[in-house]
């Protein structure tokens, strides 16, 4: 089944990337960028096929596209080529397809290199942006990405003890993390990713194009402190390093964005989010690993023992932010 | 007092109210029944009597942490290759 689904969305790449497809051309074969139950990306030459998850909200699909093409956000998120999915075929089980530009992405062997302030700087632009008034935005799929995590253990280890520091993580934070209420209304309306991480940057045009937010699948109106919690989730486990988590901080305030107080101690702000990452970051850990027959690695013990300091807080410090 | 070992003669010297007998050949130390003991009391509240040491000098502001934060920020897992894959992926 992903074979025929990777060779429809070869298919259509190469199609979209050439004026006259059926001409003879000396493309190299597409390539698999991603092939996971949450898409499928394809690329050929300049253009990248991207078949969204089944059972996606394709409306709300639509609208993000839609937002991924306004002019208000150029230079923020990558554009689609065409600001609409394919019509879904039996090839690709329904799927909605997008088409967008190839771009460069972050170099996964050089950690180093990331480029922590453009992703900083990036999301301060996103976030600053008011929702185009036009769009019927959906909420920022934040939480319910975190919901699924929990899920997702849950169902990998029924009934694991290992995996009741997570649980009890996860039952002191308030509803609207847990995707179980509507966020706090004064931080609910800004303009989120929904998901950042390394893979979510690109250089366009390839490869010395400036750096662009791609994969608005989980992107709508939110607490912009969001976007900033995976970081400060790793930064808090004791795995990303103060100064690159410093950097990154440092880079989203200085570009003005939203999410945090300008200066002195963020963590009001980031507590909330921060510790529903945590949860869904250990909680993913637990699932993938009882997946591939083997216990967490360290960094994903790293993350678990976030979740069992959380758990064993006294609840005065466990509801920091409880809004 | 002759020493033990190469028969010279060995002096008496006074050090925090112990007595030690120190070769005057082979420098070796003679000590009496308790007198090491005695030393080695003393080093101990030397040691305690001194100064802490200086905290190690930090090569970056401290940043914030939430309550929950890990005792030791070091990012000491950051090269490692289950971080890499968890810095690209949701």
Not at chain 2, 40 to 54: G, K, L, S, V
Request: proline residues 13%; aromatic residues 6%.
């Amino acid at each position: 089944m992903t074979t025929a689904v990777v060779r429809a969305l070869g298919a259509l790449a190469h199609r979209a990337a050439h004026a006259h497809p059926d001409d003879p051309c000396a493309c190299p074969p597409p390539t698999v960028l991603a092939d996971r139950a949450d898409g499928t990306v394809v690329r050929s030459g300049a253009v990248v096929a991207k078949a969204h998850a089944s059972g996606t909200d394709t409306p709300g699909l639509l609208t993000r596209l839609t937002l991924a093409d306004d002019p208000r956000l150029t230079g923020i998120l990558l554009a689609p080529l065409v600001p609409h999915p394919a019509a879904p075929s039996a090839a690709l089980d329904g799927r909605p397809v997008t088409l967008w530009p190839h771009g460069r992405p972050v170099d996964p062997g050089d950690p180093d290199a990331a480029p922590w302030e453009e992703a900083a700087a990036l999301l301060a632009g996103l976030h600053r942006t008011p929702a185009p008034p036009s769009l019927v935005l959906p909420p920022m799929r934040g939480p319910a990405k975190a919901a699924l995590a929990v899920a997702r253990m849950r169902a990998a280890r029924p009934a694991d003890p290992a995996t009741a520091p997570v649980l009890e993580a996860w039952r002191r934070l308030p509803a609207w993390a847990r995707d179980e209420a509507a966020a706090p209304a004064r931080r609910s309306r800004f303009l989120c990713h929904g998901d950042l991480h390394l893979g979510q940057l690109v250089r366009h045009p390839a490869p010395h194009g400036p750096w662009l937010l791609i994969d608005v699948d989980d992107a709508g109106l939110g607490d912009p402190a969001w976007d900033l919690a995976r970081p400060a989730a790793w930064y808090a486990a004791g795995i990303l390093p103060p100064e690159v988590w410093l950097r990154f901080l440092e880079a989203y305030r200085a570009a003005g964005g939203p999410a945090v107080r300008a200066e002195g101690d963020p963590w009001p702000e980031l507590d909330v989010p921060a510790r529903a990452l945590t949860v869904q970051t250990a909680a993913l850990a637990f699932a993938k690993s009882a997946t591939e027959e083997r216990t967490p690695d360290e960094v994903e013990l790293a993350m678990i023992d976030a979740c069992a300091r959380i758990a064993s807080l006294p609840p005065e410090l466990g509801a920091r932010n409880p809004s | 007092m002759q020493c033990p070992k190469c028969h010279a003669q060995m002096h008496t010297y006074n050090r925090n109210g112990i007595q030690i007998e120190q070769c005057s050949g082979c420098r070796g130390i003679f000590l009496d029944y308790g007198e090491l003991e005695s030393l080695t009391r003393i080093e101990a509240q030397w040691t305690q009597q001194a100064p802490p040491a200086p905290p190690a000098p930090q090569a970056y502001p401290a940043a914030p942490a939430p309550a929950w934060g890990a005792p030791q920020h070091h990012g000491g897992h950051y090269r490692h290759k289950s971080f890499g894959r968890m810095l690209f992926s949701s």
